[in-house]
């Protein structure tokens, strides 16, 4: 589903990434966790297309995506990758509805097709009575649940989450994690989550632990303080 091979990246005298090479498979939750600075939203960034590596390869769905430009490049983001974001990123000025029909516009759906879409989405995940509301009327779980559906409206291959409970209180936040898990039996999508939420990180399929722009090694990230335990954290 996503291979990544050798991918490195500086901002200016600073490297970011150093070499990362990972494999997810399709339907995968995985998490990837780290202190800040270790490079996790940037290769979140260049997972989603939306900043090139200096180094290295990504695939997604037999596609290298490196080799993809303008016009051919943002038709494959729109299409295959969608994106959930800590602060939902709603635009105020339209309704939860409408909100999440713009990609799908972007797409070239027609405005039935995108309302059909975006009303199924909106009815999974029980805000069909908040369709008409705008941001300002939404409470913060609500918020995300809709960005949520705006990532899930062109049935995109993989969901990329940064940070997507950060904003939350601790009950919204498990409904958001239970969210992820249901919405991958229902659609099986991928989700690539960067996260501190070490809760978060502990129910995914995989967490990846990023330390000074590498993947640190499962058998380097045992969980010392359990006696008992033998397992990767």
């Not at 602060?87 to 799908?104: C, D, R, Y």
């Amino acid at each position: 589903m996503i291979d990544i091979r050798n991918i490195t990246k500086s901002f200016g005298t600073l490297q970011v990434l150093k070499g990362i090479d990972l494999h997810i498979e399709k339907g995968e939750v995985v998490s990837i966790v780290g202190p800040s600075g270790a490079g996790k939203t940037t290769l979140l960034q260049i997972i989603g297309t939306l900043d090139k590596p200096d180094s290295g390869n990504v695939t997604i769905n037999g596609t290298d995506t490196m080799t993809l430009k303008g016009s051919k490049l943002s038709h494959f983001r729109n299409t295959n990758l969608g994106f959930v974001f800590q602060f939902h990123q709603l635009l105020p000025e339209f309704t939860a509805l409408e909100n999440i029909m713009i990609p799908a516009y972007i797409g070239g759906a027609g405005k039935k097709e995108a309302s059909r879409r975006a009303s199924e989405l909106l009815e999974f995940m029980g805000l069909s009575n908040r369709a008409n509301h705008k941001p300002n009327e939404l409470s913060g779980g609500e918020k995300q649940r809709v960005a949520v559906a705006r990532a899930l409206v062109n049935n995109p291959a993989v969901i990329l989450a940064d940070e997507p409970s950060g904003s939350l209180d601790s009950q919204n936040k498990q409904e958001l994690h239970q969210l992820f898990f249901d919405l991958r039996k229902q659609f099986g999508q991928t989700f690539v989550i960067v996260t501190h939420d070490e809760q978060l990180a502990a129910t995914t399929d995989r967490t990846i632990h990023l330390r000074d722009g590498l993947i640190v090694p499962e058998s380097a990230t045992i969980d010392t303080t359990n006696p008992n335990s033998n397992q990767p954290l």
